[in-house]
């Protein structure tokens, strides 16, 4: 079973930059789909953008043209580049990987916008 440890998150100001990374234990993570979640405090965890094992990428509609989900598989890791962050994109962000029957979720790591 692949593990995954999430890493990049921060306390940065409305309109800054981050960029996550979600690196995965094991090499047959090139065959994993993966996606990004967050949760903000009182609410549901909710999907943010995926990348397929071929690269191909979704977003929803509230991230679409400031984020960006890519992929690395010689390092094993899936990278989600945020820019012009918001307050309403404080969150923990979660990555999960899915192939098939099998998934896995990382640790999380905390993403917080405020001036």
């Known amino acids: 079973q692949v593990q995954l440890v999430e890493s990049g998150g921060d306390l940065v100001q409305p309109g800054g930059s981050l960029k996550l990374s979600c690196a995965a234990s094991?090499?047959?993570?090139?065959?994993?789909?993966v996606g990004w979640y967050r949760q903000a405090p009182g609410k549901q965890r909710d999907l943010v953008a995926t990348?397929?094992?071929?690269?191909?990428?979704n977003y929803t509609d509230s991230v679409k043209g400031r984020f960006t989900i890519s992929r690395d598989n010689t390092k094993k890791t899936v990278y989600l580049q945020m820019n012009s962050l918001k307050p309403e994109d404080t969150a923990v962000y979660y990555c999960?990987?899915?192939?098939?029957?099998?998934?896995?979720w990382g640790q999380g790591t905390q993403v917080t916008v405020s001036s």
């Open positions: 094991e090499s047959i993570f090139r065959f994993y789909h």
């Open positions: 990348i397929t094992n071929s690269g191909n990428s």
């Open positions: 999960n990987a899915r192939l098939g029957s099998l998934a896995a």
